[in-house]
């Protein structure tokens, strides 16, 4: 794993960190989708918003409870993770 892509993980990680421990939780392991490591970092009243990384780019998906159970939207790659909303601790 290169530099850049180490810096951009722990990123994510103290993140998730902080997310999961402002709810009382425990951080946990990343979930993976398309080979790409995700984080939960954020939530709001009905969406849930990830994190990743893979090859020193970034990428984001959101989850969302229906019916039928969580539906996730399609992995966006950002170039950076100041370039959208994700939720709120």
């Known amino acids: 794993m290169s530099n850049a892509q180490q810096t951009i993980r722990q990123e994510i990680i103290d993140w998730h960190s902080s997310y999961q421990?402002?709810?009382g939780l425990t951080p946990t392991q990343p979930i993976t989708c398309d080979g790409i490591e995700?984080?939960?970092?954020?939530h709001n009243?009905?969406?849930i918003f990830f994190?990743?990384?893979?090859d020193n780019?970034?990428?984001c998906f959101d989850s969302r409870l229906e019916d039928v159970?969580?539906?996730?939207?399609?992995?966006k790659e950002i170039e950076a993770f100041d370039d959208?909303?994700?939720?709120h601790f």
């Open 21 to 23: 421990q402002a709810n």
């Open 38 to 42: 995700f984080w939960c970092v954020g």
């Open 45 to 47: 009243s009905t969406h």
């Open 51 to 54: 994190v990743g990384t893979r």
């Open 57 to 59: 780019r970034r990428f």
């Open 69 to 75: 159970g969580w539906i996730g939207s399609e992995i």
């Open 84 to 87: 959208g909303y994700f939720g």
